[in-house]
């Protein structure tokens, strides 16, 4: 009998086919194998040999050691989508996985550098029914009140996270239906926050990083299974709690004349970046509206504005990760790893490095001279004193 590349993991081949979106008979034909191959290779049964890992490893655009790294568990928390319909059962699965590799990513730079230490309020409930809105209220002042943000409206509420040492990623998936995803990391020891740029809204992808903010501070304690269970409510807590960290109740309803009219909302959209539709959702939560005035305002809304998108959409740029592209940067112009081979440590390709750390296209290219900025993030002092090949 043959004997394959003993190691593999075949968790990692399913991994990779969540990431790429592949089939085992669409992987099959591009890696130039049998589809009976690949599913004895993921279910175990076998071991690619040589060339069969590098074929595979092609296809999937990874280093062929790749697929013999242990495949850690990262979850110290529940994975929370923004969306828990069956139909995008494959969508999750993609989203999930690439959100894995940011964890993974992630461990790996910590090696050398130093992230910022994790400030987030403390909350240990068990299950959404231990929520009320009162408390959530507090505990997003809670965290204004440890970030010390002020009453005002958030400069950066991606840079927020990051500065208390979250971690942020922001990439294109082909994925439109699904907004984001969070959960705590047991690798890292601090959360990580997974945004769809499908959409280039900046207002509606800065309550989109607070609504999973919301889901961090109230829901790490949370198992997956009353998760599932309980997926509505939870997302309902952590719009509010998007409401109430973007919009304080104290500072904002004092902006707010009585009976605000679409114009007035209007005129303070650009000055608390947040939608028409958020502001709406806030007055009535705050009951600075009544249920009649806010009926009437989602109709004036519908009728002068159409669906989903407003008027000053495109006057905000979304809110973009800094911390792991800082990192590498770092990394890179203290010359302790060659710009080159970073990708090929990580056993990723260039541009999965790139995209998931925000990072520009071709800046792994041996001749690129770009610089990142790289304040936040520092060496190591174990990994200053020489270079690694």
């Not at 230490?117 to 440890?146: G, H, M, W, Y």
């Not at 769809?196 to 999973?212: C, I, L, Q, T, V």
């Not at 081979?341 to 041996?366: H, I, K, M, Q, T």
Request: glycine share 6%; with cysteine.
């Amino acid at each position: 009998m043959k004997r394959g590349v003993i190691g593999f993991r075949p968790e990692r081949l399913s991994q990779a086919l969540d990431v790429r979106g592949l089939s085992q008979v669409q992987l099959a034909a591009i890696a130039g194998v049998s589809a009976g191959s690949i599913s004895k290779w993921r279910s175990g049964q076998q071991e690619p040999t040589t060339d069969g890992l590098s074929k595979l490893a092609r296809a999937v655009n990874v280093q062929p050691d790749w697929f013999l790294r242990p495949l850690i568990e990262s979850d110290a928390s529940a994975r929370l989508f923004r969306s828990n319909a069956s139909a995008l059962k494959s969508a999750r699965s993609l989203l999930s996985a690439r959100h894995t590799w940011a964890k993974e990513l992630a461990a790996q730079l910590s090696e050398f550098v130093e992230y910022p230490n994790v400030v987030f309020p403390q909350r240990d409930f068990r299950t959404p029914l231990e929520i009320t809105d009162e408390e959530i209220e507090v505990a997003s002042s809670e965290c204004r009140k440890l970030w010390k943000l002020g009453l005002g409206p958030v400069p950066d509420v991606v840079l927020a996270i990051e500065n208390a040492g979250g971690i942020v990623v922001r990439e294109l998936t082909g994925v439109a239906r699904i907004e984001g995803l969070s959960s705590w990391c047991s690798l890292n020891e601090r959360p990580f926050v997974y945004l769809n740029a499908e959409k280039a809204n900046g207002f509606r992808s800065r309550f989109d990083a607070a609504h999973e903010l919301g889901h961090i501070v109230l829901h790490r304690n949370i198992s997956p299974p009353v998760a599932q269970a309980n997926h509505k409510e939870m997302e309902r807590q952590a719009h509010y709690f998007a409401g109430a960290f973007l919009m304080p109740a104290e500072s904002f309803s004092a902006e707010i004349p009585p009976m605000p009219s679409l114009d007035t909302l209007l005129a303070l959209k650009p000055r608390w970046k947040v939608s028409v539709a958020a502001m709406q959702m806030r007055l009535g939560a705050l009951k600075l509206i009544d249920e009649r005035e806010q009926l009437n305002l989602w109709k004036r809304k519908s009728a002068r504005f159409g669906g989903k998108s407003e008027p000053l959409d495109d006057q905000l740029v979304p809110e973009q990760p800094r911390l792991l592209r800082r990192a590498i940067g770092l990394i890179i112009e203290s010359g302790i790893v060659p710009r080159e081979s970073l990708p090929e440590r990580f056993g990723l390709s260039a541009g999965d490095v790139e995209n998931l750390a925000g990072l520009p296209e071709g800046y792994f290219e041996p001749m690129n001279s770009r610089v990142i900025d790289l304040d936040v993030v520092r060496l190591r002092r174990s990994s200053s004193s020489g270079n690694i090949g």
